[in-house]
């Protein structure tokens, strides 16, 4: 997954933007150029540096050449309002609604990637781990 998809996604329940992206694991591309002929690349977020384009004084001097060299293999994105969080595995992120999630492969999913959220989202894990929905380690059958 690229940065610059969290520029387009809401949490399909509440509609909440921008959503948190936490990075468990990325790849670098060196080879990739940027060729796009304007800075910055996405209109309203820049999940990259974590803000909102308007709110940059100098939105032209954003990193797009370097976030573009980047692919999210592994992460979390999460709905501050609602609570939920969706996996991202091999690259995917997988937003399905509820009733289509599987909740044993994202639970062994979470399981898997507990101790790495705790690192790259202390002020989150917690809350992903034991309250997140649908499925959280708390209410683990």
């Known amino acids: 997954m690229k940065y610059r998809l969290m520029d387009v996604l809401a949490c399909p329940y509440d509609k909440t933007f921008p959503l948190r992206l936490l990075v468990i694991k990325r790849t670098e591309h060196p080879e990739r150029q940027y ?4 800075k910055p690349f996405c209109e309203e977020y820049c999940s990259y540096r974590d803000l909102k384009i308007k709110e940059h004084p100098k939105p032209d001097a954003l990193p797009c050449e370097e976030c573009h060299k980047w692919e999210i293999e592994t992460g979390i ?19 399905l609604p509820d009733e289509l ?37 708390a209410n683990k059958k």
């Not at 060729?35 to 304007?38: F, I, K, S």
């Not at 994105?77 to 595995?89: D, H, K, L, N």
């Not at 062994?108 to 002020?123: G, R």
């Open 35 to 38: 060729t796009w002929p304007r």
């Open 77 to 95: 994105i999460y709905c501050p309002t609602c609570g939920r969080w969706y996996p991202i595995i091999e690259e995917i992120p997988r937003m």
């Open 101 to 137: 999630r599987n909740e044993k492969e994202e639970l062994a999913f979470l399981e898997s990637v507990a101790q790495d959220l705790k690192k790259v989202a202390p002020d989150l894990a917690d809350k992903i781990l034991t309250q997140g929905k649908p499925f959280n380690l």
